[in-house]
């Protein structure tokens, strides 16, 4: 998992297009990236919403937004669609990237447990430095502490 202070590891993964992309591709901004469970679930669209209305003061901070999930891109598109997301969003149906960024683990609800996304967020300088990591964090408090991150 990369620590705050040291190189983002780049990753490739297909946008919600079918696209693929690399983190690397974003050099020269700040990336905020946050991983999510679902798509177009409860917490995951409070999150989503909360970054697309607070999108202006990312772009100010010369910041971009990333989501990444083990959705499919079709229910992604679909989703950036209904809530009207002006960022990308990225599949990791393996969770090998969400593994890789300690995203990926024992989570319970209503008792049981099962592996699944650890919501999280990061926030990536220009020159792909890990500059903050929030792991396990509720939807609002990624929010806040991004957006407080990036100087709002």
């Excluded at 009207?84 to 890789?100: G, I, R």
């Amino acid at each position: 998992m990369p620590a705050v202070g040291e190189i983002a590891p780049d990753f490739e993964l297909k946008k919600q297009d079918g696209e693929t992309v690399k983190l690397s591709d974003y050099r020269g901004k700040k990336v905020l990236l946050f991983a999510y469970p679902k798509a177009a679930t409860p917490g995951c669209t409070k999150q989503a919403c909360g970054f697309r209305d607070n999108f202006a003061h990312i772009e100010t901070a010369n910041a971009v937004v990333l989501g990444i999930s083990p959705d499919k891109p079709e229910a992604l598109a679909k989703w950036i669609e209904a809530e009207s997301l002006q960022y990308d969003l990225l599949s990791d149906p393996d969770h090998t990237t969400l593994e890789a960024w300690n995203a990926w683990g024992e989570r319970s609800m209503y008792g049981k447990t099962f592996e699944g996304v650890i919501r999280s967020h990061w926030i990536i300088g220009e020159d792909g430095t890990v500059l903050d990591e929030q792991i396990k964090i509720s939807p609002k408090n990624s929010i806040e502490k991004a957006l407080k991150f990036l100087g709002g």
